[in-house]
């Protein structure tokens, strides 16, 4: 049965992909190297598919050759790079202090290696931000991937328990993680399948098409909500639900309120400032607004645990505070021996995105990755202005990344969903892009099309 469901998932894949290239085929055969970017991202490595675990030696030689491709296909684009990288310094001024925190990384054998990650991931945004239509590119790259990984999910869960689920270190019922390595990352690839197929159904709409026909849509937003709820508690990422609110409520209100934005803008910041304000206030009264949040919610105030971990982390931390451990060398053998008592589940990161960027960068890196997030929303905001929806999309998902790393870790972790995520959102270079405006921009990547990547484009 395991194998007939396995193959009847291989061919509905293969046949939604079919109808995807023939209802649009002008898309760039590049935008297939993000897209597979993102599939590796939002699953396992190559290795761990075909038994060799999660250190084996092909998943590397994937990524290279990924980046490698990327990087090629980037020299093909017409761009103004001085003026691209320019309105992304921050960006480039953070990955280059990455770069040299790799020089005081003290137990990696090769730490130069774990650079590979991050910088693919930069690559493979760039290349999506370089698109003709980068608003089409992220709904594209966020569908395709989708169309593969959600089905393959459920049967993981349904018929291979061994892989589609994980085993529960308090005797509980396992979680499911579908393709992923863990129930959050398995919420987080939800997110970008609810993302892609809620855009699908809006699309329609705005093309007069009858919701109820949009079956396929449904379909995938059926087996999404399947993922995300049906596993029970111990599968369920409230996180990644509540996130996944956030940004398609953000995105409503700004697509409603269009005539209002300048005043949206102003009622966000200021509510920013007051959300920092309480939250100062409650840690010098001896609360926090995490607690306050979660007893809200009915949820355990410390996060399931995650309060006395970051306790931890601050304190390792505070050993290096200036330059930290170094990319990638917080997380090592010798760390679990100082942890505290009450975590007791050898994690792997910190469960907040900006204690991890401290614990391995310091508080320079903390500081740099602030400036990437100002910089990146302050341009998301003022694309509004001259691309409504581009600038609502970049502005929802901004935000809805840097809330999510608060109980969770996507900052800057190479090959993470959501890192390479933020940094599709965040990069911008459309106005320094020069397409031909009434020529197909797949024919002048001659780079990937001597390659024959298939075009195809999203089920829009």
């Known amino acids: 049965m395991s194998i007939l469901a396995s193959l009847a998932a291989w061919i509905f894949v293969a046949l939604v992909y079919r109808s995807d290239a023939k209802n649009h085929p002008k898309q760039s055969g590049a935008l297939w190297l993000p897209v597979l970017w993102m599939m590796r991202c939002g699953s396992r490595g190559v290795d761990n598919w075909i038994g060799g675990g999660e250190n084996g030696r092909l998943d590397p030689i994937v990524i290279a050759v990924l980046l490698a491709l990327g ?48 910088l693919g991931d930069l690559i493979m945004a760039l290349l999506v931000a370089t698109d003709p239509e980068p608003f089409r590119a992220i709904s594209t790259l966020f569908r395709r991937t989708a169309i593969l990984l959600i089905p393959m999910s459920v049967v993981l869960v349904k018929y291979y328990p061994h892989l589609g689920r994980a085993q529960d270190k308090h005797w509980g019922s396992d979680p499911w993680i579908g393709v992923a390595t863990h129930k959050n990352p398995l919420g987080q690839l939800c997110m970008v399948s609810a993302f892609a197929f809620i855009w699908s159904l809006v699309q329609a709409h705005r093309d007069g098409k009858k919701l109820r026909t949009q079956r396929l849509s449904w379909l995938y937003l059926g087996l999404t909500a399947y993922l995300m709820f049906c596993g029970g508690e111990e599968s369920r990422s409230s996180t990644s639900i509540l996130c996944l609110f956030l940004a398609m409520g953000l995105f409503c209100i700004f697509s409603f309120l269009r005539k209002m934005i300048q005043k949206i803008m102003r009622w966000m910041t200021i509510g920013a400032v007051s959300i920092l304000v309480i939250a100062l206030v409650l840690q010098v009264t001896g609360s926090s607004l995490q607690a306050v949040v979660a007893e809200s919610f009915g949820k355990d105030p410390t996060l399931t ?156």
Not at 80 to 109: K, P
Not at 306 to 330: A, E, H
């Open 305 to 460: 645990d995650r309060t006395f971990l970051w306790d931890d982390v601050i304190r390792i931390g505070m050993k290096s505070p200036l330059i930290g451990s170094g990319y990638g060398g917080f997380w090592v053998d010798s760390i679990y021996s100082q942890l505290s008592d009450k975590v007791d589940n050898r994690p792997m990161e910190a469960h907040n995105g900006y204690l991890e960027t401290f614990a391995n960068l310091g508080f320079i890196g903390l500081g740099l990755l602030a400036c990437v997030i100002i910089r990146s929303i302050a341009s998301a905001a003022r694309t509004i202005v001259v691309d409504f929806e581009y600038g609502c999309l970049r502005l929802s998902l901004l935000i809805m990344v840097v809330v999510m790393n608060w109980s969770e870790a996507t900052f800057p972790r190479g090959t993470h969903l959501w890192w390479y995520g933020f940094l599709v959102v965040a990069v911008y270079a459309k106005p320094w892009v020069n397409w031909p405006a009434a020529e197909d921009a797949s024919e002048h990547d001659g780079s990937l099309e001597k390659l024959r990547f298939p075009r195809q484009e999203a089920l829009i």
């Open 71 to 118: 990087f090629f296909a980037l020299l093909r684009r017409p761009c103004q790079w001085s003026r691209i990288f320019a309105h992304n310094s921050a960006i480039l001024i953070f990955y280059g202090y990455i770069i040299a925190s790799l020089s005081w990384v003290e137990t990696l054998d090769n730490p130069w290696i774990k650079m590979l990650r991050p």
